[in-house]
Structure formats: C-alpha cells, structure tokens
C-alpha cells in the first residue's frame, strides 16, 4: 500500500474516492455476498459518488443505469453495506436539512469540515487525527471501530463577503 501523507484536505467534497473502482462490490464478494445486478448497480453509485449523497440521488443515478432499481433496493442494500461497516452515515451537520448521506470508506478516517453559511462541505485527514485516536485508545481502554468528526465554521468565500 502506498504511504498516506501526513495530511490532506479534499480539493471537492470527497478526499477518499477510491482508486480502483468496485471497492466495495469486490469486499461484499470476499465476504461471500450474493451480487445481483441491481445491488451491483448501486456499488457502482457509491464507489463513484465524488460526493456524499443521500438514498433519493442514489437511487437517481442508479435509475440512470438501470429503470429497473427501486427505493427499497436502495435502501436494503444501503442497510447491508452498514451491517458489515462498509460505509457510513452522516447528517454533516444537518446543513442541508434531515437528509442523511452515505460514504463509503477510504484508507483513513477522516474529518468532515462544513461551512455553516454556503454548506461547503470538504474532508480533512491528518496523522495527527490517527494519534488522536490511539490515544483515545490507550487512555480509554477500548478499540476504536468507528470514527466520525464534523466541524463547522465559516469558509474564507464567505467570512470575505459576509
């Protein structure tokens, strides 16, 4: 695996849009999942995503490449892919209402950061995050299996013209 910089901070929404697409299809195979062409097609929408979306812009660009794909496909495959901890769930801050959107996960835990005026969102990863959560570890006791951080404030775009 290539090293990971010490930090990075996405240029668009989404830092960690994977490399090689079928990331996600390719671990649901390796857990002995049954792949149908419908859930297929949804693997296809996250992998892809340079965004987060919610399940109604899931399901749309699904439906582009398949009319076939319902909101319950949607939404059951979504489920699986939280069961087995392959993506998750956010509400970034509800910046945008009381959708909820979906990410699939990249080598490294990230930080959401939202801009509360324009709802910019961008993800941060840092080493120093990766410390953080050791020692969060250590002095706690516990394995860490879920991590999620958003932080809010206002973008230079609109302190400037504010």
């Given at each position: 695996?290539?090293?990971?910089?010490?930090r990075?901070?996405?240029?668009?929404?989404?830092?960690?849009?994977h490399?090689?697409?079928?990331?996600?299809?390719?671990?649901?195979?390796?857990?002995?999942i049954?792949?149908?062409?419908?859930?297929?097609?949804v693997?296809?929408?996250m992998?892809?995503?340079s965004?987060?979306?919610?399940?109604?812009?899931?399901l749309?660009?699904a439906?582009?490449?398949d009319p076939q794909?319902?909101?319950?496909?949607?939404?059951?495959?979504?489920?699986?892919?939280?069961?087995?901890?392959?993506?998750?769930?956010?509400?970034?801050?509800?910046?945008?209402?009381h959708?909820?959107?979906?990410?699939?996960?990249?080598p490294?835990?990230?930080i959401?950061v939202?801009?509360?005026?324009?709802?910019?969102?961008?993800?941060?990863?840092?080493?120093?995050?990766?410390?953080?959560?050791?020692?969060?570890?250590?002095?706690?006791?516990?394995?860490?299996?879920?991590a999620?951080?958003?932080?809010?404030?206002?973008?230079?775009?609109c302190r400037?013209?504010?």
């Amino acid at each position: 695996m290539a090293q990971t910089a010490v930090r990075r901070v996405s240029t668009g929404e989404r830092i960690n849009v994977h490399d090689k697409p079928g990331q996600l299809q390719k671990q649901l195979a390796n857990r002995s999942i049954r792949l149908t062409r419908q859930r297929r097609v949804v693997l296809q929408v996250m992998d892809n995503a340079s965004r987060h979306l919610d399940a109604g812009e899931i399901l749309e660009r699904a439906q582009k490449i398949d009319p076939q794909i319902t909101r319950v496909t949607v939404y059951r495959t979504l489920d699986l892919l939280k069961h087995h901890g392959l993506i998750d769930e956010l509400d970034l801050l509800h910046l945008r209402g009381h959708r909820h959107y979906y990410e699939s996960h990249g080598p490294r835990d990230h930080i959401h950061v939202a801009c509360l005026r324009c709802g910019k969102v961008r993800e941060f990863e840092s080493e120093l995050y990766e410390q953080l959560k050791k020692q969060i570890e250590q002095d706690c006791g516990m394995e860490i299996s879920v991590a999620r951080t958003e932080v809010g404030g206002y973008c230079k775009n609109c302190r400037d013209s504010g």
